[in-house]
């Protein structure tokens, strides 16, 4: 049910909300907080996509609280991670930046290194939009040595890293 739902959030998100709850009320009869918490993030996930943000945000921290309970750190780091991008529409840098240090922590801890090299590529723009210069070249020298650690690695996260650099180099050039 999660692939048929996922399927469907791009093209269908309301078709894909409904599955997403039949697969919640699925995982609740067999008390599977894992589950249920993947329910609730794919429900997030259709909200988020039709930009209605305030309903994604509360079914993100439900998924949250169900992957706390079932100690699926990857989920956990996941769903921090997209909370922390809402956190950014809403334009509320320092709790994006706090929501995205968490979620490294938990990347680091699963050894996912497209996680870890995301969340420091993300890290490295903002604080660099903040004027955190030295901060941000320690992420984004981050993002980019997780990147060359793996050929797949390279291409997917050549966009963000070359993204943050953007953003560095144009401030320092706003500097001079």
């Known amino acids: 049910m999660n692939l048929l739902c996922q399927k469907h959030l791009f093209t269908a998100p309301d078709s894909a909300f409904n599955l997403a709850s039949d697969y919640y009320k699925y995982a609740e009869e067999k008390g599977e907080e894992k589950e249920k918490g993947t329910a609730l993030k794919l429900q997030g996930v259709s909200w988020a996509i039709r930009a209605n943000f305030d309903s994604s945000y509360v079914y993100f921290e439900k998924a949250l609280e169900a992957h706390k309970k079932a100690k699926f750190d990857k989920g956990i780091a996941d769903l921090t991670f ?31 290194s497209v996680g870890m090299m995301k969340t420091a590529g993300v890290q490295g723009s903002l604080l660099s939009r903040k004027g955190m210069m030295d901060s941000a070249l320690v992420k984004i020298n981050r993002a980019i040595s997780l990147a060359n650690d793996d050929a797949l690695f390279k291409e997917k996260a050549s966009f963000l890293i070359a993204v943050s650099y953007t953003h560095l180099r144009a401030h320092e050039t706003s500097l001079h």
Do not use: Q
């Open 82 to 112: 997209n909370l922390a991008n809402i956190h950014i529409s809403w334009g509320d840098t320092l709790e994006a930046l706090s929501r995205y240090s968490f979620s490294e922590k938990y990347y680091i801890s699963t050894n996912d």
